[in-house]
């Protein structure tokens, strides 16, 4: 186990520190990377019925013989209702509060003090119910034995992208295919397959 508090160098002698919140980050020109990070925060899934925008909430089914769980909307619109796009087509929306909030913090640092932001992560559009759960390499349902398998949602680029400053520059979403050609991968794989001969 790592002690956080603990500062350590790395095998190349570059010193690593461990920092809870971006708050105790110093401010200067920094590299952030998310990779696999905002899949893993917090969503909120919304469906749109007669009378508005309505949250899905997690409750325990009464009529269930064991404990349970189970999935339902909302009677009135609640506070994160605030969240939806008024002019969004959608029928249903996922969306991360804190996975924009980090965006739009990182993205006023890059703005005041310079610096980069890649995130690495599976993705798409808000508009389909991609909340799901893994447990011993197999999907399993979110809401059975909680606690007990990691919890996923695609992230929504476009969203992140709506949060971040206007004055720092957006690039992508693209494919990770995209990313690692235009990063040199048919070149390394050339030269792997020529060291392997």
């Known amino acids: 186990k790592i002690d956080r508090t603990e500062k350590f160098l790395s095998k190349y002698g570059c010193p690593v520190v461990w920092h809870d919140s971006l708050r105790s980050v110093p401010r200067s020109f920094s590299l952030f990377l998310a990779h696999e990070f905002f899949d893993a ?20 089914d009464q009529e269930s013989q064991e404990p349970k769980l189970r999935y339902i909307v909302s009677r009135n619109e609640t506070p994160s209702c605030v969240l939806i796009d008024p002019f969004t087509t959608s029928q249903q929306i996922e969306l991360s509060p804190q ?23 599976y993705g ?9 759960a893994f447990r011993k390499h197999k999907q399993v349902n979110p809401l059975d034995l909680p606690g007990t ?15 971040a400053s206007d004055d720092c520059a957006w690039y992508g979403p693209i494919t990770q295919s995209q990313f690692l050609h235009s990063t040199g991968i048919t070149t390394r794989c050339e030269q792997l397959i020529k060291g392997g001969k």
């Open 99 to 121: 996975a924009g909030l980090i965006c739009k913090q990182i993205s006023e640092r890059i703005v005041e003090f310079g610096g980069i932001f890649l995130i690495a992560d």
């Open 124 to 132: 798409g559009s808000s508009d389909q119910d991609t909340f799901r």
């Open 41 to 60: 925060l917090p969503i909120h899934k919304f469906v749109k019925t007669k009378e508005g925008w309505r949250e899905v909430l997690i409750d325990i």
């Open 149 to 163: 398998a990691d919890l996923t949602a695609d992230v929504d680029f476009k969203y992140l992208a709506s949060q």
